[in-house]
Every structure is written in C-alpha cells, then in structure tokens.
C-alpha cells in the first residue's frame, strides 16, 4: 500500500519562499515517477512539477519554471518542492503523487497515488 504524506504548507508573504515535503512509503520507489499537483479554489487540480526517482530528471509547468524546484533524497523516501518567489497566484492546496509507470504525465487522472494535501497560501 503506498503511502504519501504531505507537510511543510503554510501562510508566506509574496515574494517568499516554502519548502513542501512528500514522505512516501509501501513499495520501492526506483521506477517511479513523483508529481507535485495543486488545486486552488474553484480551479481543477492542475500539474506542478515531477521527477523520474531513477535518474533524477524532471519537469516543470511553464507557471513555475525558474521559480519552483523539485528534487528527492534516497535515504529519507522523500520529495521536495522548493518554492520561491512566490506569488498569490500560487495560492492553492498541493498534493503529492505517484505513478508507477515512470512517464511523465500533465494528467491527474494518471497518477493512481495520492497524499491528503497541504494548504499554501500567498499574501500580498
């Protein structure tokens, strides 16, 4: 059973910085690929950024490029989004999720492995 938790969500001024952490647990995760999601009020979930745990490589959504950074720590079975710069627009709840399949995928739909959520909000 795979299991995803989210933390590190929280109230930042515009032009802040948050780190978000996705600890994953219940299977070996080498052919994985771990997507960060997010979903304000109103909106669909919409993609963030991912990374393929066997090489590192990644992925970013044009809305965060230069700003946002994913990254994942072996020995701890987790990943990070750092998150910079940010601005109110990146107010939203952000999930963390998994796909065996090793593919990125824009899709929400193609992750089957979801964590709870964790709220971020962006004042100005």
């Known amino acids: 059973q795979v299991q995803l938790v989210e933390s590190g969500g929280g109230l930042v001024q515009a032009g802040g910085s948050l780190r978000l952490s996705c600890a994953a647990s219940?299977?070996?995760?080498?052919?994985?690929?771990m997507a960060w999601f997010r979903q304000a009020p109103g909106k669909e979930r919409e993609f963030v950024a991912a990374?393929?745990?066997?090489?590192?490589?990644?992925y970013y959504a044009d809305s965060v490029k230069g700003r946002f950074t994913i990254s994942r720590d072996n020995t701890k079975n987790t990943v990070y989004l750092q998150m910079n710069n940010l601005k109110p627009e990146d107010t939203a709840v952000y999930y963390c999720?998994?796909?065996?399949?090793?593919?990125?995928?824009?899709?929400?739909?193609?992750?089957?492995?979801w964590g709870q959520g964790t709220q971020v909000t962006v004042f100005s």
């Open positions: 219940g299977r070996t995760f080498s052919s994985y690929v």
């Open positions: 990374i393929r745990w066997s090489d590192s490589s990644t």
């Open positions: 999720a998994a796909t065996p399949s090793g593919t990125f995928y824009y899709a929400a739909g193609r992750y089957p492995y």
